[in-house]
């Protein structure tokens, strides 16, 4: 037996529409409600039936229902507090309409008269408004059949469910490169807490260069993806093997980093020093290697005990990077330190680097070095690819020689001898009065030992005493 709504008007059926129905409450107090929001008051058919008999006869379709009255998605089932309030005529019944003059008049009798005017129905103008027009009818079919499919949709969006490998299948068909990349690595980090992410190398090589390219704009980013730290980016390149020699992802890195930068920014210059080392041997269990051994050019069996570094630095900005480093027995040769030399050059070409200069101390195989270069005082450059490179020698370097050999030679100035002794002998007299003439020099300065002798401060200093 197909079910009726009993809203007045509502031409919803169990026949027509596959749409829920809702039974009046037993409860006095929500009975009492539904009943004067649907208009059951009055004369109305359902105004005097008990809340066991609104429950039996009663069914109010869906579409009388705000979707706040619903406790679930397919709305089959009301909240406790759920009334219907949509699509309700504006008055239900027409009835008798009495109106009542009650008037009391007190008398010196003292007696009260009460009057009851009666005005038949049919004499007043129905408030109930037209709510089965076909309009009306087309309208709450429509609105029916929609909310029957959001349902259904509804009901189709909570038994498909889209697995990780749905995403990670999206995203490798509608992305591409770094960018597919990047959304995985977040896709996969979702369900992480901050301190439990876990990145790939190639990931992580790829926020390096992110970083290098701009550290602030790497922040920014991290504020809004899943990135590693600066922290997690230096423990990542601790782990790089850098060997003696050319490294080439170290040019590669480099080369990343100079396709950014300005065109005066790329000048820069060569730096070239030997260090001594104290001669050991251990055992790199990692790489499978014992190391210590001198590799220059080319691997020896002799252990080495100095090495030598080639270091660049900007000239109109304020950058320096190491290049390379080589182990050696006691210094580099003159023919090892111009292959160095040349290939480090090639190298910075090849990567946008424009090389304007070469700087070395005084080394007896860096002054080789030059001769070798063919470099004078006249032509102090040589040239590499069609390009003049500067060489010049460590200016620090040069003072403390000034100072070394005015120490243990006479210095000829316009026919005028200099000698130590005359120094000596000022400082002797100078330091015993009370305002001197020198305050800055001290024995250090006169008399240094082979440490003292390093520090460029003390040579600037004698050098301007004389």
């Not at 007043?124 to 259904?152: C, F, G, V, W, Y």
């Not at 070239?272 to 055992?283: F, G, T, V």
């Not at 080495?304 to 580099?332: E, K």
């Not at 040069?398 to 000596?424: A, G, M």
Request: glycine content about 4%; aromatic content about 10%.
């Amino acid at each position: 037996m197909p079910t009726y709504c009993s809203v007045d008007g509502c031409s919803s059926t169990s026949e027509k529409i596959d749409i829920s129905f809702f039974r009046c409450p037993k409860d006095q107090k929500r009975s009492e409600n539904w009943k004067r929001s649907l208009g059951f008051i009055g004369n109305h058919r359902y105004a005097d039936l008990t809340p066991e008999q609104c429950h039996s006869r009663i069914r109010i379709c869906r579409i009388h229902f705000s979707a706040e009255s619903f406790s679930d998605i397919p709305k089959t089932r009301l909240t406790t507090n759920a009334v219907p309030s949509l699509l309700l005529p504006a008055e239900t019944g027409f009835g008798n309409a009495a109106i009542a003059s009650t008037s009391k008049q007190f008398l010196d009798s003292q007696v009260q008269t009460e009057s009851t005017l009666y005005i038949d129905k049919y004499t007043q103008t129905p408030d109930k408004l037209s709510s089965n027009s076909p309009r009306k009818k087309a309208l709450r079919h429509k609105i029916a059949t929609m909310e029957k499919s959001i349902a259904s949709t509804s009901r189709q969006s909570l038994e498909t469910k889209i697995t990780l490998e749905d995403v990670t299948k999206f995203l490798t068909e509608n992305y591409s490169g770094k960018s597919c990349d990047l959304l995985k690595a977040q896709l996969f980090l979702l369900d992480k807490a901050p301190k439990g992410s876990r990145y790939s190398d190639d990931f992580k090589q790829f926020a390096l260069r992110c970083y290098v390219l701009g550290p602030k704009a790497y922040k920014k980013l991290s504020a809004i993806y899943r990135l590693p730290s600066k922290s997690t980016l230096e423990r990542y390149t601790k782990n790089w093997m850098v060997k003696p020699g050319f490294n080439d992802f170290i040019f590669q890195c480099i080369q990343f980093r100079a396709i950014y930068l300005k065109e005066k920014e790329k000048d820069c210059i060569l730096c070239i020093d030997e260090i001594s080392l104290k001669s050991n041997l251990y055992y790199d269990i990692s790489n499978d290697k014992i190391v210590g051994f001198q590799e220059g050019l080319t691997e020896t069996s002799i252990i080495a005990s100095s090495a030598l570094t080639v270091m660049v630095r900007g000239l109109a900005s304020n950058w320096r990077l190491p290049l390379a480093f080589f182990f050696y027995r006691t210094s580099a040769n003159a023919d090892d330190l111009k292959q160095i030399l040349l290939t480090t050059v090639q190298k910075c070409k090849s990567i946008g680097l424009n090389v304007l200069g070469v700087v070395s101390d005084q080394g007896s195989n860096f002054q080789k070095l030059v001769k070798t270069l063919n470099v004078t005082q006249e032509n102090p450059f040589f040239v590499v690819d069609n390009a003049r490179i500067v060489y010049l020698f460590d200016i620090p370097h040069l003072l403390k020689s000034i100072r070394n050999n005015f120490f243990s030679y006479t210095f000829v100035l316009s026919n005028q001898e200099i000698r130590k002794q005359y120094l000596e002998t000022f400082y002797s007299h100078d330091k015993t009065k009370q305002h001197r003439l020198a305050p800055k020099l001290t024995d250090d300065h006169i008399y240094p030992n082979n440490f003292q002798k390093m520090k460029v401060k003390l040579a600037c200093q004698v050098l301007v005493t004389l």
